[in-house]
């Protein structure tokens, strides 16, 4: 199992490779071809690349150190962890450019969201819960996400990202025993924040064919499935108490996603790249 994720994640560096080589295998769509991408869900996210303020080593001792996670590439300016079958990686700046956060979040077995909160409490405090999203049978750090089946705990690493186990019932991969950095299977969301989040999520479909989730859904923000979705975030205030809240605001941010062809997307008026592989 071990050398097959190996490979996997080699496998994704060499795709990026190629893409770098041959840039006629790489294609940044517009509207007038829109007609072109047919419809379809993508497989899952490969890798998100964020940038960081925080020392690398401080990052380290969080996500190997209490999250359990392998470093798969470290260098001068940049390391990255394997989560599951995506990696994470972040990039070093000088924090006089500003002090980035994103949200991202990782999927979990459907049946683990109580064993996930309990192993997190011993490493980490959880955010509490607003009440609208509170489910009476669970404690109040448990969010219930009714629209997407969906159960999560959320909490920040030391550079201020918000990060989220969130368990999607509907993917029905129940796994027994109790929970374990192993049970971290992939990086399910990666957030972009937008102007205008109707505008954004529909530039994603048109120029590479992912679709809203859920697909009943009359607003569209969230693109892709329960294996990976690409959110488009307000620009708002995150947080209900006084003293925590935080402004979700625009900063670098590149996804790998695996899809059916190489591809790559560039936000109009924002400095995000989403770049599509085959899975």
């Known amino acids: 199992m071990e050398s097959t994720r190996r490979k996997f994640i ?6 990026m490779m190629l893409i770098a080589l041959h840039p006629e295998f790489c294609f940044t769509f517009n509207q007038d071809n829109a007609s072109k991408v047919k419809p379809f869900q993508f497989d899952f996210i490969k890798n998100i690349r964020l940038l960081t303020s925080a020392s690398l080593e401080v990052m380290k001792e969080f996500y190997v150190g209490k999250l359990g996670l392998e470093v798969d590439n470290e260098k001068d300016s940049e390391v990255t962890f394997v989560a599951g079958v995506s990696t994470i990686t972040f990039v070093k700046i000088d924090p006089v450019m500003g002090n980035p956060w994103y949200h991202f979040a990782f999927n979990i077995p459907e049946n683990k969201i109580l064993k996930a909160r309990t192993w997190q409490l011993q ?7 607003p009440q609208r999203l ?47 950095t192993r049970d971290i299977l992939n990086v399910s969301e990666i957030g972009f924040v937008v102007d205008d989040q109707e ?50 605001n625009v900063f ?23 770049y599509m592989e085959k899975g």
């Open 252 to 274: 670098e941010t590149e996804t790998t996603i695996a899809g059916h062809g190489y591809k790559k997307y560039n936000f109009s008026s924002f400095p995000y790249q989403i």
């Open 123 to 129: 490493r980490t405090t959880l955010i509490l819960t």
């Open 134 to 180: 509170r489910d009476t049978r669970f404690p109040d750090d448990v969010r219930h996400f009714r629209n997407w089946n969906a159960h999560s705990v959320f909490f920040w690493d030391p550079a201020g990202n918000l990060l989220e186990y969130i368990a999607r019932h509907d993917l029905k991969n129940g796994a027994e025993g109790e929970f374990i």
């Open 199 to 248: 505008k954004e999520a529909h530039d994603i479909h048109n120029n590479l064919g992912i679709e809203v989730y859920p697909k009943t859904s009359n607003f569209w923000w969230a693109m892709g499935n329960e294996n990976g979705l690409l959110l488009c975030l307000p620009k708002r205030v995150w947080g209900e108490k006084p003293g925590a809240q935080k402004r979700f």
């Open 10 to 15: 080699k496998d994704s560096s060499l795709g």
